[in-house]
C-alpha cells in the first residue's frame, strides 16, 4: 500500500533531523510551487507500507501570516495526507503544542513525536506520556532524533496511525460570545453546502481568526456578507465583555488550555530558571543589550582577520605559481616555433586568466568556512537577535543581517539565503540591498 504523510513542526524542533532518520538518502529537494521556500520529499518502506514523506516549512502555527504557514496550512487542507507527524521540542511543550492544537482542530490525523526528551529531563521535566496521550486523545512517540533514538518505535507508530479512522477534530471552548458565532457560522455553511474538505466548525474558527485563504473561498458562495454581519456582531460583544479582540481572545484561549494540559502532564523538580542549561548561559551573554554588540563586532572582527591574515599568503603563492606556469609555458612555445599570438593567448589568456580568478579562492573558502562555523555554532542566530534594532533603523528585518554577511563571501548564495525571511518584502529590500555588499573577489580588487 502506498502512503504520503507529512513532517509539521516548529523551527528547531529537530523535524528535520527525524525526516533524515526515516529516510536515509532517499529524499528528493525543491521548491514549493511559486516560492522559493525548500521543499524536501523522502520516501521509506516499512513492512507493506511504502510510505512518501513531506518536510513541510518550520512553523509556529498554521495561521497563514508567512510563507511558510501558508504552504504548511494549504497542503494540509488541498493534499490531505494520510497522517500528519507533528514532532515538537519537549522542552518547551507548551509553546510547541499550540501548533498540535490547530491540527487537532482542523480534523486532521496526527501522530506526536515528543522529541528531545533527553534534554526536557535534564531540565528537570517529567512527562507523563500515557496521560498526555489519553487528553489529546493521539498516539505519542518518545524520540532522542539527535542520538537516532525511537526511529523503529516512530515507524511501527506511523503503520498503526495510518489504517486508524478515528481521528476526531479536537474542540477548544472558546466563551459564549465565540461558541455563539461559531455555531451560526456552521449552521451557514452546512445550510448551503459549502465544501472544503474540513468540518463546518474548522472553517467557522478560521472565518473567525480572518483567515485569508478561507474567506476567499466562501466568499465563492456567496455567504460572505451573511459571515461578515455575524462576525462584526461577535467582535462588539467580545470587545464589550473583554476589551480585545476575537483572534487575540481565540489565541488566549487555546493557550489557556494548553496550560492546564502541561499541569497535568508535566512535572518539573525545578524551574527552568533555577537550572539554567549551557545554552541558556550562552545566551545570558551573547545577546545581553551591553556585551551584544561588542561582541558582535569582536567576531566578525576576528573572522574577516583570519580570512586575511591566513588568506593573503595562499593567495600570493597561487598568483606566483601560476606568474611561474605563464612565463615557463611561454619560453617553451616560443623555443618550440609556434606563433607569438598562440603562446600568448595559452600563457597570459588561458592560463593568467584562471590563475587571476583562482587567486580569490582562499579568501573566498576561508570566508564561507567562518560563515558556516558561525551558523553552526548557533552564533548567527543570536547575531541577528542583537542586529534586530540597528536592522530595522535601515528598514530590514532582524534576519536580513545573515545575508548581508553572507554577502561578504559571494552575493548569489547570499540572494538565495534571503528565503529564511518570511515576509515578502523584507525578502525583496533584502535582495535590492545585498549587491551593495562587497564580496570576497571585490574586497581583493578594491
Request: charged share 25%; glycine share 8%; proline share 3%.
Amino acid at each position: 500500500m502506498k502512503y504520503k504523510i507529512a513532517l509539521a513542526g516548529n523551527p528547531n524542533s529537530g523535524k528535520t533531523t527525524v525526516f533524515n532518520l526515516l529516510c536515509g538518502t532517499k529524499e528528493r529537494i525543491g521548491n514549493w510551487a511559486g516560492t522559493t521556500v525548500e521543499k524536501k520529499t523522502g520516501y521509506f518502506s516499512y513492512e507493506d507500507a511504502e510510505i512518501t514523506v513531506v518536510d513541510l516549512p518550520g512553523t509556529y502555527s498554521l495561521s497563514a501570516y508567512s510563507i511558510d504557514e501558508k504552504i504548511a496550512r494549504d497542503f494540509l487542507i488541498k493534499e490531505k495526507p494520510d497522517l500528519v507527524v507533528t514532532v515538537i521540542d519537549a522542552s518547551n511543550l507548551e509553546r510547541n503544542l499550540y501548533l498540535v492544537a490547530q491540527l487537532l482542530e482542523l480534523a486532521q490525523p496526527v501522530l506526536l513525536d515528543l522529541n528531545m526528551i533527553d534534554i526536557a529531563k535534564s531540565r528537570g521535566m517529567k512527562i507523563d506520556i500515557e496521560k498526555l496521550s489519553k487528553v489529546l486523545k493521539i498516539d505519542i512517540v518518545a524520540t532522542i532524533a539527535s542520538k537516532g533514538r525511537g526511529t523503529e518505535r516512530l515507524k511501527s507508530k506511523i503503520k498503526t496511525n495510518l489504517v486508524r479512522t478515528d481521528h476526531g477534530p479536537l474542540k477548544i471552548n472558546y466563551g459564549k460570545y465565540i461558541e455563539s458565532a461559531i455555531e451560526r457560522i456552521s449552521e451557514t455553511i452546512s445550510r448551503t453546502g459549502v465544501d472544503m474538505g474540513l468540518p463546518p466548525r474548522s472553517i467557522a474558527v478560521l472565518l473567525l481568526e480572518e483567515d485569508g485563504e478561507i474567506i476567499e473561498m466562501v466568499k465563492r458562495y456567496g455567504i460572505l456578507d451573511e459571515i461578515e454581519q455575524i462576525k462584526e456582531e461577535t467582535s462588539k460583544e467580545v470587545f464589550s465583555h473583554y476589551q480585545d479582540d476575537v483572534e487575540s481572545i481565540i489565541i488566549e484561549k487555546r493557550y489557556g488550555l494548553l496550560k492546564g494540559i502541561k499541569k497535568e502532564c508535566v512535572s518539573e523538580e525545578r524551574t527552568l530558571e533555577d537550572k539554567l542549561t549551557m545554552s541558556d548561559k550562552i545566551d545570558k551573554v551573547f545577546t545581553n543589550r551591553i556585551l551584544g554588540i561588542p561582541l558582535f563586532l569582536f567576531f566578525m572582527f576576528i573572522l574577516f582577520q583570519l580570512v586575511f591574515t591566513i588568506g593573503t599568503p595562499l593567495s600570493n603563492l597561487i598568483g606566483d605559481l601560476f606568474a611561474w606556469l605563464g612565463t615557463s609555458s611561454k619560453h617553451l612555445f616560443i623555443s618550440m616555433n609556434l606563433p607569438k599570438w598562440i603562446a600568448s593567448l595559452i600563457s597570459d589568456g588561458i592560463i593568467g586568466g584562471v590563475g587571476s580568478v583562482l587567486v580569490f579562492l582562499p579568501n573566498i573558502v576561508l570566508l564561507f568556512l567562518g560563515i558556516s562555523f558561525l551558523e553552526d555554532s548557533g552564533y548567527l542566530t543570536r547575531a541577528a537577535f542583537v542586529m534586530d534594532r540597528f536592522m530595522h533603523a535601515l528598514g530590514l528585518h532582524g534576519k536580513s543581517f545573515i545575508p548581508l554577511l553572507l554577502g561578504f563571501g559571494c552575493n548569489i548564495p547570499a540572494i538565495m539565503s534571503t528565503r529564511i525571511l518570511e515576509s515578502r518584502k523584507d525578502r525583496i529590500l533584502t535582495i535590492l540591498v545585498n549587491p551593495l555588499m562587497s564580496c570576497s573577489a571585490r574586497l581583493t580588487v578594491y
